[in-house]
C-alpha cells in the first residue's frame, strides 16, 4: 500500500531524511543514496534504478557504528553525508554482493557497507522510495510559506481603475472609414490646406 505523509513523518523524522546522488568509483555511474526505516531501525539505501543495496542494523549495531566515527547522534551522521553530497566528497564502490559507500576522501573517514538485496524485495523497496520521495516533496511544498493573499480577494483580480477602457463591440463589424487622397492625417474628413502659389492671369490679345 502506498505511503502518505502520514506514514512518511511517522517513518523518519525530518532531520533524518535524505535523498542525494553518489557515482560509481569503477564506471561512474549514478546512484540514488538515501534513508528509511526498517522493522523500527534508521538504515541507509542505494539504488541504481534496478539493484538495490542496504543496511540491516540494529540498534546495538547503529550504536556501534556512530561510536566508531564518533557520531553523537543519528542527525550528526545525516548532516555529515548531506554536507558531503554537496561537495562532491562522497562516492560508492559496487562489487559483486554489496556496495561501500565512502564518505570523505582518506580510508579512514566514514565507510557505509550495503547488502544487495534479492529481485522481490528490491521491487518492493524501489516502488516504497518512489512514493517516499514524492511524499517528501509534497511535504516540503506544503511546509513552504504560502503567498500571502488578501482574504476575500483573487490574486487574479486586478484593480482596472487605471486600464484603459475596452470599446464593447455589439457583434457587427465596426466600419473603417478610408481616407481619401488629399485628406489630413490628423484630422480625417477635413481637406489638406494647399500653399499658396501666386495668381496667374491668361494674356490676352484683345484688351
Known sequence: MPATIRDMDENLPLTQMLYCTV???KDK???????????????????NASDVWGTDFTEETLKQFRQKFALRSTEELIWKIRSACGSGGISVLVQ??????HVGVSPGDLNVILSRLGD??????LRELLFRMADSQTLSDNT????SFSPGKSPHNQ??????????????????????PGDSIINPGTRRKRQATGVAFDEDDDH
Open 144 to 147: 513552504a510559506n504560502p503567498p
Open 159 to 180: 484593480n482596472t481603475e487605471f486600464e484603459p477602457r475596452k470599446q464593447q463591440q455589439s457583434g457587427q463589424n465596426l466600419a473603417v472609414k478610408k481616407r481619401l
Open 23 to 25: 557515482v560509481d568509483k
Open 120 to 125: 522481490t524485495e528490491a521491487k518492493v523497496e
Open 29 to 47: 555511474s549514478k546512484l540514488i543514496c538515501y534513508t528509511h526505516k526498517k522493522s523500527g531501525i534508521f538504515n541507509f539505501g542505494l539504488t
Open 96 to 101: 559483486e554482493t554489496n556496495a561501500v559507500l
